[in-house]
Nanobody
């Protein structure tokens, strides 16, 4: 059994900052890609940022220069530092991890989500 749990969401004023964390736990052999997605009101879930492989990052155009994704492999944790937040960043943010378990199964694991609300 493996899971990922997000934390760090909340209410912030436009221009402010938040840092999201996502910790993976369970019967983990290793973790490949990790990333953050979001789903705003009336929108489809979209990629925000990911680390598909060591030393590589991807960002949505809408967050480039404002958000930074990072990863602590020793802690099986991925972070999303969000600066200069805008009201349009309001969404539920989901963590995703592609995990190989100790029984060598590959799982695509999603967290429950954490709400980020940016007020104008």
């Amino acid at each position: 059994q493996v899971q990922v749990v997000e934390s760090g969401g909340g209410l912030v004023q436009a221009g402010g900052s938040l840092r999201l964390s996502c910790a993976a736990s369970g019967n983990i052999f290793n973790i490949n890609a990790m990333g953050w997605y979001r789903q705003g009101p009336g929108n489809q879930r979209e990629l925000v940022a990911s680390i598909p492989s060591p030393g590589s990052t991807n960002y949505a155009d809408s967050v480039k220069g404002r958000f930074t994704i990072s990863r602590d492999n020793a802690k099986n944790t991925v972070y999303l530092q969000m600066n200069s937040l805008k009201p349009e960043d309001t969404a539920v943010y989901y963590c995703n991890a592609q995990i190989r378990t100790t029984s060598l199964r590959y799982l695509d694991v999603w967290g429950q989500g954490t709400l980020v609300t940016v007020s104008s």
